[in-house]
């Protein structure tokens, strides 16, 4: 699978962003799809999940203020940011966990995006 990201930019703190993650490829095999990101210095993180049944999970840290969400005719996934805070600023890629078969065998995979940058002023 394929993974474009994009909708990254610059805004100001309690300002919102909407990041999109276009999949292409063999998009029938993706199970779940999840948003990561990486701070300046720091581990990458799990933002956000969304499998192919609609559930959805999100980090404590951006509860309540980020909603991840897919359309299902565009394959693609969107991560809705609202009440941006500085400490949201980071590199944000979007990862596929995809699952096949092989001679009958499961076959576990995952691709990952492009990062598209997030920066929030104070």
């Known amino acids: 699978v394929q993974l474009q990201a994009s909708g990254g930019g610059s805004v100001q703190a309690g300002g919102s962003l909407r990041l999109s993650c276009a999949a292409s490829g063999n998009v029938a095999s993706i199970r779940a799809m999840e948003w990561y990101r990486q701070a300046p210095g720091k581990q990458r993180e799990l933002v956000a999940t969304i499998t192919s049944g609609g559930n959805t999970n999100y980090a404590e840290s951006v509860k309540g203020r980020f909603t991840i969400s897919r359309d299902n005719a565009k394959n693609t996934v969107y991560l809705r940011m609202n009440s941006l805070r500085p400490e949201d600023t980071a590199v944000y890629y979007c990862?596929?966990?995809?699952?096949?078969?092989?001679?009958?065998?499961?076959?576990?995979?995952?691709?990952w995006g492009n990062g598209t940058l997030v920066t929030v002023s104070s």
């Open positions: 990862a596929a966990d995809q699952l096949s078969f092989s001679d009958s065998a499961p076959v576990a995979r995952r691709d």
